[in-house]
């Protein structure tokens, strides 16, 4: 399969070289000039829950118009980042090829619809990879969880059967499900504990689970986001938001979110679609957030100075 990925960060460099080691033709679309010519001139490495490979068959570019028409493009930009992607992804679309969108957070679904009609999009949601860019053209992940796929419009499809086969087939646990929004809000509750407060104290993951005034706020910020869901007719896979969260951050210990590696490189966050969204999704059935809104506020103040 001709697979492109539109942003080849720490998390798109996983997929890309999982991928193009796994035989399929892979090519990896970066705005991080030294990242894509390291790739081209050495290879991708990564490394960590998957092992430890460099793959050399991946053709690495700054400019999308140089790799034609794919059969699956995976955009996993920042969600500030969805809108350019999107308009790449057009140029690399055809009658039959699938858009894939993997973000954290709310809204950039929406924003690859406003270029690519929603019956070639698919909706992605990832967890405890924990990943990291060591230096250009070098990836780290920490762990190696399910890959939840789903088509944007709902329901089971013969196409979403065939990408989840391609996940598997190039060494990732993925499955299909009807109702992918369920995942993304289940994804996003895990992201509002981590993401925000982590970006805020400076901690791993580990160190807010283990600090009692750090997992205060994180668990009231997931416990916010649970309540936001469930009120707007989200179902959820659960029934406890904070042994869910507690668990589900007990896999990925040592890892730091994004977001707090934005703050740690002095670059703007996702924020926005992460705490920053659930005051806004709350306002919309009639609730406040005010510990998302919170750790929203002192991260963007932070950023103001970046």
């Known amino acids: 399969m001709k697979i492109a ?10 997929y890309a070289g999982l991928m193009a080691d796994a035989g399929n033709e892979v090519w990896a679309i970066d705005t991080w000039k030294d990242h894509v010519d390291a790739i ?3 290879g991708l490495r990564v490394e960590g829950a998957s092992g430890d490979r460099r793959v050399t068959s991946i053709r690495a570019t700054t400019d999308g118009a140089e790799v034609g028409v794919c059969d699956l493009v995976i955009v996993a930009t920042k969600a500030s980042g969805v809108a350019a992607a999107a308009r790449t992804a057009l140029g690399l679309t055809g009658p039959d090829t699938v858009i894939l969108t993997i973000q954290n957070g709310l809204g950039a679904a929406d924003r690859i619809a406003e270029a690519i009609p929603t019956s070639q999009v698919m909706l992605g949601v990832v967890g405890g990879f924990g990943a990291s860019m060591r230096g250009p053209a070098h990836a780290h992940h ?6 939840r796929l789903g088509e944007m419009d709902g329901g089971e499809t013969v196409r979403l059967a065939e990408v989840v086969k391609v996940w598997e087939g190039s060494g990732f646990a993925a499955r299909g499900f009807p109702d992918i929004h369920q995942m993304i809000w289940e994804k996003l509750i895990c992201n509002c504990a981590f993401s925000g407060p982590c970006g805020v104290t400076g901690l791993t993951v580990g160190q807010v689970l283990d600090h009692p005034d750090a997992w205060k706020i994180a668990s009231s910020c997931a416990a916010e986001a649970d309540t936001v869901a469930r009120t707007k007719g989200i179902r959820l896979g659960f029934e406890d938001v904070e042994d869910y969260v507690r668990s589900f951050g007990s896999k990925i210990r040592g890892a730091k979110p994004s977001l707090l590696q934005d703050q740690e490189a002095r670059r703007p966050s996702e924020i ?8 806004v999704e709350a306002a919309k059935v009639g609730l406040a957030a005010p510990i998302n809104a919170t750790v929203a506020g002192i991260i963007r103040a932070r950023e103001s100075g970046f």
Do not use: H, K, T, Y
Request: charged share 15%; proline share 4%; hydrophobic share 45%.
């Open 5 to 14: 990925i539109v942003g080849c960060g720490a998390m798109g460099s996983i």
């Open 40 to 42: 081209n001139r050495d």
């Open 142 to 147: 920490n762990g190696m969880e399910l890959v």
């Open 272 to 279: 926005d679609a992460i705490n920053g969204a659930i005051p």
